[in-house]
């Protein structure tokens, strides 16, 4: 399974995303999730909101492994 989840502008632009590759060898599951979050220090707050929404997508597919890359 694949997802895509657009994070820029409140989803309505495609500048800001994330990738969510799930796949199984034998009984387990792995997750593999590459990402592009909003810059700069002073938009921590908003960038938190945006990994902590990623989380509870790859929670979803309840992987035994998960793998979070990017920026």
């Given at each position: 399974d694949t997802k895509y989840?657009?994070?820029?502008?409140?989803g309505l632009t495609a500048n800001k995303s994330a990738i969510l590759?799930?796949?199984s060898i034998d009984s387990i599951k792995f997750?593999?999730?590459?990402?592009?979050?909003?810059p700069h220090n002073e938009n921590n707050q908003?960038?938190?909101i945006e990994i902590s929404y990623?989380?509870?997508?790859?929670?979803?597919?309840?992987a035994d492994?998960?793998?979070?890359?990017?920026d």
């Amino acid at each position: 399974d694949t997802k895509y989840i657009r994070l820029g502008s409140n989803g309505l632009t495609a500048n800001k995303s994330a990738i969510l590759c799930c796949l199984s060898i034998d009984s387990i599951k792995f997750i593999f999730t590459g990402c592009h979050l909003i810059p700069h220090n002073e938009n921590n707050q908003e960038r938190n909101i945006e990994i902590s929404y990623i989380i509870n997508e790859i929670e979803k597919f309840q992987a035994d492994y998960s793998v979070i890359t990017g920026d």
